[in-house]
């Protein structure tokens, strides 16, 4: 991974910086998770007006955990002093849902939080700044901050899946017995919500190619009925038990999205949640989670996968289920953006 020690630092945007996974992101990034062990970091921490007596404690905490990477800290509730100049913004800043709902019901609170933010990045985010969306509906949220930031190039902007990816693989790596490096080919298809499809279908073990991944778990059957359900709805499961939405695994995930943009994915698959151009007959433009690979902070679509006729169903409903909260961001944003979204 690239070095700064000479240069200036990264300047790098956290949005809903007092709230619980920026309280596991900010110690990773400043620890070298997300840029490498030797890129220094310039911190812009955004929060709300009541959130920066808060916000403040976090300030101190950094500065007394001394860590040779940080070189500077900026707390502000400025959404333009936030985003100027910045390499890469991490968007978490948002409602996370409670008990009992779904993702997209925090639409209507959260659109208008993406719609500012895209037109504070637009006007101020240094060229090439690679944006995360992590707020839910992260999906929808990256399609409307994208909207409002026509300068910043489509590519540059994505939506988290990685959390799901991870615990689709952490899940067949305990399927298999497999330690969690061997596993491959594993990824997450659409929206970062219950309709997503984690797919194992071309899962591999390495170094044992006479794995069948889909046999050992059991079977398409089981993959339906047990598997799949289990990634979908792991978030809910995560609020169930902690009363709280995942926010350690979710900054751990949020680091290894960046990581591997930035510094590539050394041939792996991961998935991302970015608008492709019409791959797998998904429409063009909509921000949708893919299998791609990363190289020279680009990431790629991996085309020409076969998808069978039980995969060609998860993904075409997750795909109606995008076109639906489209169609609501439209009805929750101002008439004027709306013949343009
Ligand atoms: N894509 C993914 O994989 C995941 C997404 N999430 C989502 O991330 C978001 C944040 O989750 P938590 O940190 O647990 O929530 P939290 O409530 O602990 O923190 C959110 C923070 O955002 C701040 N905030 C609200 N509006 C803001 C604005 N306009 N500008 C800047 N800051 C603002 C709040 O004051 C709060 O401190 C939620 O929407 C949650 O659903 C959570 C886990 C995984
Ligand atoms: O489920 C939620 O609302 C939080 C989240 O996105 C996740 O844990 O995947």
Redesign the pocket.
């Known amino acids: 991974m690239a070095s700064n020690g000479g240069d200036p630092p990264m300047v790098v945007t956290v949005?809903?910086?007092?709230?619980?996974?920026?309280?596991s992101l900010l110690p990773a990034i400043c620890a070298g998770r997300m840029f490498g062990p030797t890129t220094r970091v310039a911190l812009r921490l955004?929060?709300?007006p009541?959130?920066m007596t808060?916000?403040g404690g976090v300030v101190m905490e950094l500065t007394d955990c001394a860590w040779p990477l940080l070189a500077s800290v900026t707390a502000t509730?400025d959404?333009a002093e936030a985003f100027a100049g910045a390499n890469a913004a991490v968007l978490?800043?948002?409602?996370?849902?409670g008990p009992g709902m779904e993702?997209a019901e925090?639409l209507a609170k959260?659109a208008g939080?993406f719609k500012?933010?895209g037109a504070a990045l637009d006007a101020g985010a240094a060229p090439g700044c690679k944006v995360v969306?992590?707020?839910?509906p992260?999906n929808t949220n990256a399609m409307i901050l994208s909207h409002f930031a026509p300068s910043i190039p489509k590519k540059n902007i994505s939506?988290?899946?990685?959390?799901?990816h991870n615990r689709a693989v952490a899940a067949v790596a305990a399927a298999v017995g497999a330690p969690l490096g061997d596993v491959g080919g594993v990824c997450i298809w659409g929206n970062?919500s219950s309709t997503q499809y984690p797919d194992v279908t071309r899962a591999t073990v390495a170094g044992k190619p006479d794995v069948n991944v889909v046999e050992v778990m059991g079977g398409q059957q089981a993959l339906s009925e047990t598997f799949i359900p289990t990634i979908q709805k792991r978030?809910a499961a995560i609020i169930a038990a902690r009363k709280?939405?995942?926010?350690m695994?979710?900054a751990k995930?949020i680091c290894d999205h960046m990581a591997s943009w930035v510094g590539g994915s050394d041939g792996a698959t991961v998935s991302m949640g970015v608008a492709g151009a019409g791959e797998y007959g998904i429409e063009a433009g909509t921000f949708f989670s893919y299998p791609v690979t990363c190289t020279g902070g680009e990431w790629s679509i991996v085309e020409g996968l076969t998808v069978d006729e039980a995969s060609r169903k998860y993904i075409d409903a997750t795909s109606q289920e995008l076109q639906a909260e489209r169609s609501d961001a439209l009805s929750v944003l101002s008439a004027a953006a709306e013949s343009k979204l």
């Open positions: 949005t809903g910086a007092a709230g619980q996974i920026a309280y955004l929060e709300i009541p959130a808060s916000l509730s959404a978490v800043g948002a409602f996370p849902r993702r925090l959260n939080i500012a933010q969306v992590v707020g839910n992260a939506a988290l899946t990685r959390l799901d970062h978030g709280m939405s995942s926010a695994s979710a995930a």
